[in-house]
């Protein structure tokens, strides 16, 4: 007869409550047709990698959208916009390659054409397909409209760095800069400009993108001084980063929605103010094909063909819309203040 053996007891006498394994209850043998039965079945199960499907335990990566980007898409300003920008470039690039006539071409026994298949949009007091120049006349829109804009964003950055990052006196002499050039209307000052050197669309372009550039500077200064006191610009700061890198780094990309907003009107104030100064002769050069310069032309047949000068005048007219409601489709989706839910009280 076998006596059990004695409970294990701690260091003070006292049964101890630690369990012991029990040899009894071993676990079987895994042979190799259990080990790969399990396998087989773990192969089965979806998103589990094995032997039969060696790639199911990686994840597909999904294309991620950001979700401004989501927003503009459904905004309808930003399609009606987008799709006319579009057409503008599209247009101005295929004059470069196919115009139906020749926009310089004048035939006297065309003159007054009504439009038709033939000619899709008529013909003008000397004879010249509509149509045709007004594709040309596609390329000074959109090289004014460029040229602007790349002039205004120099400005505006210039001046808004030294009226946020700079010391006090030179904030506060910048500050008053601004606001006496922000009083000169931008025709005023591409008239002032035309008559010292002469009318061209190079001094269209200096003087809306100067003046505009005056406007986006003092917009984007508040906006540079906020972003600034930032952490991650002080953090940068501390790291020993100069303020040229902390700007390129860290501000202007903080910044960027308020200057593509400002970019934006600034190009449908470049081409309105091209077409104004071409319409009283200080925009583009005699013979060069605009929509303004082609107003100025046709006015005087209002009353008796109103169709020709209805094309040049819609083209204008829709150009300008369409960048305008470009830069506010860009504001609301980018702006926060603007995409925040609001607020229900009680």
Same mark, same amino acid.
């Given at each position: /007869?076998?006596?059990?053996a004695?409970?294990?007891?701690?260091?003070?006498?006292?049964?101890?409550?630690?369990?012991?394994?029990?040899?009894?209850?071993? &676990?079987?043998?895994?042979?190799d047709?259990?080990?790969?039965?399990?396998?087989?079945?773990a192969?089965?199960r979806?998103?589990?990698?094995?032997?039969?499907? $060696?790639?199911?335990? !990686?994840?597909?990566?999904?294309?991620?959208r950001?979700?401004?980007? =989501?927003?503009?898409?459904?905004?309808?300003?930003?399609?009606?916009?987008?799709?006319?920008?579009?057409?503008?470039?599209?247009?101005? %690039?295929?004059?470069?390659?196919?115009?139906?006539? &020749?926009?310089?071409?004048?035939?006297?026994?065309?003159?007054?054409?009504s439009?038709?298949f033939?000619?899709?949009?008529?013909?003008d007091?000397? %004879?010249?397909?509509? !149509?045709?120049?007004?594709?040309?006349?596609?390329?000074?829109?959109?090289?004014?409209?460029?040229?602007?804009?790349? =002039?205004?964003?120099?400005?505006?950055?210039?001046?808004?760095?030294?009226?946020?990052?700079?010391?006090?006196?030179?904030?506060?002499?910048?500050?008053?800069?601004?606001?006496?050039?922000?009083? !000169? $209307?931008?025709?005023?000052?591409? /008239?002032?400009?035309?008559?010292?050197?002469?009318?061209?669309?190079?001094?269209? +372009?200096?003087? +809306?993108?100067?003046?505009?550039?005056?406007?986006? %500077?003092? +917009?984007?200064?508040?906006?540079?001084?906020?972003?600034?006191?930032?952490?991650?610009?002080?953090?940068?700061?501390?790291?020993?980063?100069?303020?040229?890198?902390?700007?390129?780094?860290?501000?202007?990309?903080? =910044?960027?929605?308020? !200057?593509?907003?400002?970019?934006?009107?600034?190009?449908?104030?470049?081409?309105?103010?091209?077409?104004?100064?071409?319409?009283?002769?200080?925009?583009? $050069?005699? %013979?060069?094909?605009?929509?303004?310069? /082609?107003?100025?032309?046709?006015?005087?047949?209002?009353?008796?063909?109103?169709?020709?000068?209805?094309w040049?005048?819609?083209?204008?007219?829709?150009?300008?819309?369409?960048?305008?409601?470009?830069?506010?489709?860009?504001?609301?989706?980018?702006?926060?203040?603007?995409?925040?839910?609001? +607020?229900?009280?009680?």
């Amino acid at each position: /007869m076998t006596t059990p053996a004695p409970a294990p007891r701690d260091s003070s006498g006292n049964p101890s409550t630690q369990q012991q394994p029990d040899s009894t209850r071993a &676990d079987p043998p895994r042979t190799d047709s259990t080990r790969h039965a399990s396998t087989r079945h773990a192969s089965t199960r979806p998103g589990t990698a094995g032997p039969d499907n $060696p790639r199911a335990g !990686f994840a597909r990566p999904r294309a991620h959208r950001p979700r401004w980007f =989501v927003a503009f898409l459904r905004h309808p300003s930003a399609l009606f916009g987008t799709a006319v920008v579009l057409l503008l470039l599209l247009s101005a %690039g295929l004059s470069f390659i196919w115009t139906p006539y &020749d926009p310089q071409r004048a035939n006297p026994y065309d003159q007054w054409l009504s439009p038709s298949f033939t000619h899709l949009l008529g013909t003008d007091n000397i %004879g010249r397909d509509i !149509f045709s120049v007004l594709l040309v006349g596609a390329r000074v829109t959109v090289g004014v409209a460029l040229g602007s804009a790349v =002039v205004a964003a120099i400005v505006g950055i210039a001046l808004a760095a030294l009226g946020a990052l700079t010391a006090r006196w030179v904030r506060e002499g910048v500050a008053v800069l601004v606001d006496v050039l922000i009083a !000169f $209307p931008t025709l005023l000052i591409a /008239m002032m400009l035309a008559s010292a050197f002469g009318g061209s669309l190079l001094v269209v +372009v200096l003087a +809306v993108g100067f003046s505009f550039g005056v406007n986006i %500077g003092r +917009v984007s200064r508040p906006e540079l001084r906020r972003v600034r006191r930032a952490d991650f610009v002080l953090a940068g700061r501390a790291a020993g980063r100069g303020p040229v890198r902390n700007l390129t780094t860290h501000l202007l990309p903080n =910044v960027a929605p308020v !200057f593509i907003v400002q970019l934006s009107w600034a190009m449908a104030v470049a081409i309105l103010a091209e077409a104004g100064l071409s319409y009283l002769g200080y925009g583009a $050069p005699s %013979g060069t094909p605009s929509w303004g310069r /082609m107003l100025a032309e046709l006015q005087s047949y209002i009353g008796i063909h109103p169709w020709s000068v209805l094309w040049p005048g819609l083209a204008i007219t829709l150009t300008v819309l369409a960048f305008n409601l470009l830069g506010d489709a860009i504001r609301d989706v980018t702006d926060p203040r603007l995409t925040r839910a609001p +607020v229900v009280t009680a």
